[in-house]
């Protein structure tokens, strides 16, 4: 100590002011989650009175730990409508406000598109650990459920992913455009069926945003 600051006070710095000096402020959750939010989105507000209400009860239900509660069993969350009513939007919005009350939250976020490409087959990579992460994984968001091309093989992923969420009451919070009556068609009845338990549901409506904002 005495040698760093002979060095310091050779260099014109007092040793004292730097002693002195506060430490650096701590990065929030909400902060070190800004990287990982698209950036259309890093700034988006839950004000869905539904949402803010689901969002409220996950933070209630946290279980307590040294950082602030963590999240906890719980209902998942359905938002429905057609394109460009503000769904993503507020799915982000609700991360947002989960982070920003505090809780302690490991999360993942997914189109429904880049969840089954993400496990397609390939030489050298491990779908089945990319499965797990994404069906075990605290908080999930998965955007755009049933916009994608359907196969025996996706339904069978998309059963298996919101089976296991469903059977562990993991909070999920899902986007589609279909309609309520559509989901069995497209999703199968397995899929369907467990979504109908496990899900409060939230229907935007109104024009599409994205075609006034470009008008």
Same mark, same amino acid.
């Given at each position: ?13 007092? @040793?004292?002011? $730097?002693? +002195? +000096?506060? @430490? ?14 698209? %950036?259309?989105?890093?700034? %988006? ?8 209400? &689901? ?24 938002? %429905? ?18 982070? %920003?009350?505090? $809780? #302690? *939250? =490991? &999360? ?13 087959? #390939? ?14 994984? @605290?908080?999930?968001? *998965?955007?755009?459920?049933? +916009?994608?091309?359907? !196969?025996? &093989? ?23 455009? *279909?309609?309520?009556?559509?989901? /069995? ?8 069926? /467990? ?6 549901? $939230? ?5 599409? =945003?994205? /075609? #006034?904002? !470009? +008008?």
């Amino acid at each position: 100590m005495a040698r760093l600051g002979a060095i310091l006070t050779a260099r014109g710095i007092d @040793p004292e002011a $730097v002693a +002195a +000096a506060p @430490p650096n402020e701590p990065v929030t959750a909400l902060e070190t989650a800004a990287a990982r939010i698209p %950036a259309r989105y890093r700034n %988006a507000l839950a004000d869905h009175p539904r949402i803010t209400a &689901w969002a409220d009860q996950i933070a209630r239900a946290g279980r307590p730990g040294p950082g602030g509660p963590g999240i906890a069993e719980g209902p998942s969350l359905l938002i %429905a409508g057609p394109t460009g009513t503000g769904k993503t939007h507020q799915a982000y919005g609700a991360v947002r406000t989960l982070l %920003a009350r505090g $809780v #302690r *939250l =490991r &999360w993942e976020a997914t189109t429904t598109a880049d969840f089954y490409a993400r496990l397609r087959p #390939r030489i050298g990579h491990d779908a089945e650990r990319d499965l797990q992460t994404l069906a075990r994984c @605290p908080l999930l968001l *998965l955007d755009d459920l049933g +916009a994608a091309k359907t !196969s025996e &093989w996706t339904e069978e992923l998309t059963y298996r992913l919101i089976n296991h969420r469903y059977e562990h009451l993991l909070p999920t919070l899902i986007t589609t455009n *279909l309609p309520t009556a559509e989901l /069995r068609t497209t999703l199968g009845d397995r899929v369907a069926s /467990r979504l109908a338990e496990m899900t409060e549901r $939230v229907i935007l409506t109104g024009p599409d =945003r994205r /075609r #006034r904002f !470009s +008008a």
